[in-house]
């Protein structure tokens, strides 16, 4: 893929990550113009997040124990307690669970709020940062200096449920601990896209392009789904063979329903995280084929006569680019397939053009 500007990153960061849904919606396009101000942005929807926790509790959570305690309590640690002879005192060593609040998570979120006060230039906010931090303190979440520990503890993807509130303020001090600031200074912590790992891209890609149209277009009427399963419309199939049917997953999929009562408008768009072209059999350049296929299979087996969108849905291939644009399509037994690209390299008007494109036609 080349260099993408960090600008650009830090766009695909904003979206990616649903940041845009803690700033109003004045505020969404010029700090998409101002990458300058990631630290600042970064700490004060860290610190909108952990004061609303604190205004409905932070997380509890068990941690393991150990105790000399004056009546048993959990499992019996014997050998400390013939040891120490603590029998003889009243007294036995016990091991147990107790439920609190200096869980990983909390301890990871204050070392987030302990960095971005030393990372932000304005007083104030680097302030609050503290204030905030100081208040986890006294309310019993310790200072942990291990952050490596904290990394491989605090996970993502090892939540488990929690609030949709709650898993934001910790992606946000994932944002600020782990992926770290976008800069152009040499550091010890790389980028998503930087360390050009194909999955790693594509999920970024993929999930900022899906944030952008969740950001943008749903106050126009669009309803934006990612990740949706599709499910082949099968008759007469044999007892196992629905079981040995490969699943289909989309990327993205875009629905307006219109208002004079007509089918409305449905676009699915995959997204890849590659080049668009490669060189055909004889040197020459040419579409990927698998790609087009499996746009083909989400479009047409998913023809219903009890859904009239699903008879004049349009399909998308939307690859990255650097410095180059493509927008061909053509209509393929009834369905529009588009083959279009993003500049990551261009400024962010022409992203969000070459982005909103897909929906207006």
């Given at each position: 893929?080349?260099?993408i500007?960090v600008?650009?990153?830090?766009?695909?960061?904003f979206?990616?990550?649903?940041?845009?849904?803690?700033?109003?919606a004045?505020?969404?396009?010029?700090?998409?113009d101002?990458?300058?101000?990631?630290?600042e942005?970064?700490a004060?929807?860290?610190?909108?997040?952990?004061?609303?926790?604190?205004?409905?509790?932070?997380?509890h959570g068990?941690?393991?124990?150990d105790?000399?305690?004056?009546?048993?309590?959990?499992?019996?640690?014997?050998?400390?307690?013939?040891r120490?002879?603590?029998?003889q005192?009243?007294?036995?060593?016990?091991?147990?669970?107790?439920?609190?609040?200096?869980t990983?998570?909390?301890?990871?979120?204050k070392?987030?709020?302990?960095?971005?006060?030393?990372?932000?230039?304005?007083?104030?906010?680097?302030?609050?940062?503290r204030?905030?931090?100081?208040?986890?303190?006294?309310?019993?979440?310790?200072?942990?200096?291990?952050?490596?520990?904290?990394?491989?503890?605090?996970?993502?993807?090892n939540?488990?449920?929690?609030?949709?509130?709650?898993?934001?303020?910790v992606?946000?001090a994932?944002?600020a601990?782990?992926?770290?600031?976008?800069?152009?200074?040499?550091?010890?912590?790389?980028?998503p896209?930087?360390?050009?790992?194909e999955?790693?891209?594509?999920?970024?890609?993929?999930?900022?392009v899906?944030?952008?149209?969740?950001?943008?277009?749903?106050?126009?009427?669009?309803?934006?789904?990612?990740?949706?399963?599709?499910?082949?419309l099968?008759?007469?199939?044999?007892c196992l063979?629905?079981?040995?049917?490969?699943?289909?997953?989309?990327?993205?999929v875009?629905?307006?329903?219109?208002?004079?009562g007509?089918?409305?408008?449905r676009?699915?768009?995959d997204?890849?995280?590659?080049?668009?072209?490669t060189?055909?059999?004889?040197g020459?350049?040419?579409?990927?084929?698998g790609?087009i296929?499996?746009?083909?299979?989400?479009?047409?087996?998913?023809?219903?006569?009890?859904d009239?969108?699903?008879?004049?849905?349009?399909?998308?291939?939307?690859?990255?680019?650097?410095?180059?644009?493509?927008?061909?399509?053509?209509?393929?037994?009834?369905h529009?397939?588009?083959f279009?690209?993003?500049?990551?390299?261009?400024?962010?008007q022409?992203?969000?053009?070459?982005?909103?494109?897909?929906?207006d036609?």
């Amino acid at each position: 893929m080349g260099r993408i500007p960090v600008r650009n990153i830090w766009l695909l960061l904003f979206y990616a990550w649903q940041l845009y849904r803690e700033l109003p919606a004045s505020r969404r396009v010029s700090t998409e113009d101002n990458p300058d101000d990631i630290a600042e942005l970064v700490a004060e929807i860290l610190a909108n997040s952990v004061e609303r926790r604190l205004r409905r509790n932070l997380s509890h959570g068990y941690q393991r124990r150990d105790a000399d305690l004056n009546r048993v309590g959990g499992r019996i640690n014997v050998f400390r307690t013939e040891r120490r002879q603590l029998l003889q005192r009243a007294r036995v060593a016990c091991i147990f669970d107790e439920l609190t609040i200096d869980t990983p998570r909390n301890r990871y979120v204050k070392a987030a709020l302990i960095r971005m006060a030393g990372a932000v230039e304005q007083a104030d906010l680097a302030r609050r940062c503290r204030n905030l931090a100081f208040r986890l303190e006294r309310a019993g979440v310790k200072t942990e200096l291990d952050i490596r520990r904290l990394n491989r503890t605090v996970p993502l993807e090892n939540l488990g449920w929690i609030s949709p509130e709650e898993r934001r303020m910790v992606v946000v001090a994932m944002l600020a601990m782990d992926i770290a600031i976008p800069t152009e200074q040499l550091g010890a912590s790389l980028l998503p896209l930087v360390n050009r790992q194909e999955t790693q891209g594509w999920r970024l890609y993929a999930n900022a392009v899906a944030g952008f149209y969740d950001a943008v277009i749903t106050s126009h009427g669009w309803r934006v789904r990612h990740g949706g399963h599709i499910q082949w419309l099968l008759d007469g199939a044999t007892c196992l063979l629905d079981s040995l049917m490969p699943e289909m997953i989309t990327d993205i999929v875009l629905e307006r329903q219109e208002l004079d009562g007509s089918a409305g408008q449905r676009i699915i768009i995959d997204t890849k995280f590659t080049s668009m072209v490669t060189r055909g059999q004889y040197g020459n350049q040419s579409l990927k084929s698998g790609n087009i296929y499996q746009l083909y299979a989400y479009l047409r087996s998913q023809e219903n006569p009890a859904d009239p969108m699903s008879h004049n849905s349009a399909g998308v291939l939307l690859y990255p680019a650097l410095g180059t644009d493509y927008d061909e399509s053509a209509t393929i037994q009834g369905h529009r397939i588009r083959f279009a690209t993003v500049d990551l390299a261009a400024d962010t008007q022409t992203i969000r053009n070459q982005l909103l494109r897909i929906v207006d036609g």
